[in-house]
């Protein structure tokens, strides 16, 4: 079993920036895919970005391209999500999420270990 813990969620103004971190309490962190979802109120959990397990590959939805960067140091293990010029649309519970091997896609149901989530709420 993987244990996941994020931290980094907050209050903040439209614009503003918060950085995510996920912790995963495997020493095998270097194998793992790893990804951010949301969810808010009344609708279904979205991806916003993975990483491969190298650190080579990216991927981001749409709604997040250009103002969300997912990094992760595997020698430090933490997974990171730096969200900047935050809108109010990105209000949400963020999860980390993280899956053995090569790329999952953007289907939260193919990745089997989940943290808690952390709350983001954006004013405007």
């Known amino acids: 079993q993987v244990q996941l813990v994020e931290s980094g969620g907050g209050l903040v103004q439209a614009g503003g920036s918060l950085r995510l971190s996920c912790a995963a309490s495997?020493?095998?962190?270097?194998?793992?895919?790893m990804g951010w979802f949301r969810q808010a109120p009344g609708k279904e959990r979205e991806f916003v970005s993975a990483?491969?397990?190298?650190?080579?590959?990216?991927y981001y939805a749409d709604s997040v391209k250009g103002r969300f960067t997912i990094s992760r140091d595997n020698a430090k293990n933490p997974v990171y999500l730096q969200m900047n010029s935050l809108k109010p649309e990105d209000t949400a519970v963020y999860y980390c999420?993280?899956?053995?091997?090569?790329?999952?896609?953007?289907?939260?149901?193919?990745?089997?270990?989940w943290g808690q989530g952390t709350q983001v709420t954006v004013s405007s």
């Open positions: 999420a993280a899956a053995w091997g090569s790329y999952r896609g953007t289907n939260y149901s193919a990745y089997p270990y």
């Open positions: 495997t020493r095998t962190f270097s194998t793992y895919t």
């Open positions: 990483i491969t397990w190298t650190g080579g590959s990216t």
